[in-house]
């Protein structure tokens, strides 16, 4: 069985306790990803997209330095978000991979690969919140 097969079977025994904990900790592992992005013009910061069940491989032209938009997009996604879906968090604009590998003095590690590290701490903080 893969990740997704073995979420749901977590989410499916522990019920809206465990969709809780799915949400928060993608909602904390976007944000880090939106908030650790360089900004030049704000484009590549509000070129996060959120898809859930499908990856949402768009683009946008607008400038939003602070990621506002991205970060709204985020929240609303997840908020419809089903045990067994895939939460899709992409950035599709053709220099993200060199972003991502150190292009920008800004973000020298990258965003991604620096919210995957916290992957664990994001889960075990969205289920303190549940206490």
């Not at 979420?7 to 993608?26: I, Q, S, T, W």
């Not at 909602?27 to 070129?47: A, Y």
């Not at 609303?76 to 053709?94: D, F, H, M, R, Y």
Request: proline letters at 3%; hydrophobic letters at 40%; charged letters at 25%.
């Amino acid at each position: 069985m893969g990740f997704a097969a073995d979420l749901k079977r977590l989410c499916d025994a522990a019920g809206d306790k465990a969709e809780h904990v799915v949400r928060n900790a993608a909602l904390d592992l976007g944000g880090q990803m939106i908030d650790r992005s360089p900004v030049d013009t704000g484009r590549f910061k509000s070129n996060w997209m959120t898809g859930i069940g499908v990856m949402d491989a768009g683009t946008t032209s607008t400038y939003d330095a602070n990621g506002e938009q991205a970060r709204r997009k985020l929240v609303a996604e997840v908020a419809g978000w089903k045990p067994g879906q895939t939460i899709w968090i992409v950035n599709s604009l053709p220099y993200a991979y060199r972003l991502e590998h150190g292009w920008s003095e800004q973000a020298p590690a990258g965003m991604v690969r620096l919210a995957v590290q916290n992957y664990a701490e994001a889960v075990a903080k969205a289920a303190r919140e549940l206490k």
